[in-house]
């Protein structure tokens, strides 16, 4: 049995001859040309994202169909900068095509990330133990170190500054632009998703993700643990 593909992509010029290209290796070709109708239709076996849609992000798409499912997701798009790559793959996708691109290539691609997709869910896996809590964090602005537990975390000087403000009230919540007004500039004109890419990296260097929340059309906060070891 073939592949089924849902492909969210608001370009009909680009849209219609990749699904008739897919379907000439054997793929059934979804497509949908919103952000929205793409969170709420079926995904298939894998979905194919544009980045550049018209009601929202393509970056949003990937994480709302990642806080539900676990399905391969390869990103399409002309936006090959590298923040765009690292924060798409941070927010669970698989792989990530710039445009323009073979559909050769694009099957290869697709076919690969099922097969692993596969390989992972058929594979006897033990069950997975309860996540620990993550231990003490301690931050020293005097001489900007970072400590979780025993274990020292190195830091980029933006993701301690970014993690500075986090600590200095704990469980408050910071919108966006309060972030990059203060660990930015009040005049920041670059791409936002810079400060996702930060975040991210924040969350997997700390160990744990439960550090930093996400308020979804908000902003961060910094999590209060209230168990015996939390944030300093």
Known sequence: MGLRVLLIEDDETIAEPLAEGL?????????????????RAPYGDVVLLDLGLPDMDGIDVCRGIREVSDVPIVILSARGEEADRVLGLELGADD??????????????????????RRTQGAAV?????????????????????????????LTPKEF?????????????????????????PFYEGPTK?????????????????????????????AVHTGPAGPA
């Open 23 to 39: 379907g000439h290796f054997g793929l059934t070709v979804d497509h949908v040309t919103t952000g929205t109708e793409g969170l």
């Open 126 to 154: 033990p069950p997975a133990a309860p996540t620990p809590e993550p231990g003490p964090l301690a931050v020293d602005r005097r001489t900007r170190q970072v400590w979780v537990g025993e274990a020292q975390v190195p």
């Open 96 to 117: 990530y095509l710039a445009k323009p691109f073979s559909v050769r290539e694009l099957v290869a691609r697709v076919r690969a990330v099922t097969r692993r997709t």
């Open 194 to 222: 810079t400060l996702d890419v930060h975040v991210a990296s924040l969350r997997r260097k700390l160990g744990h993700p439960a550090w930093i929340q996400t308020l979804r059309g908000v902003g961060f906060r910094l």
């Open 161 to 185: 500054d970014l993690l500075a403000l986090l600590t200095e009230d704990p469980g408050a919540v910071y919108s966006r632009q309060q972030i990059l007004d203060r660990v930015w500039d």
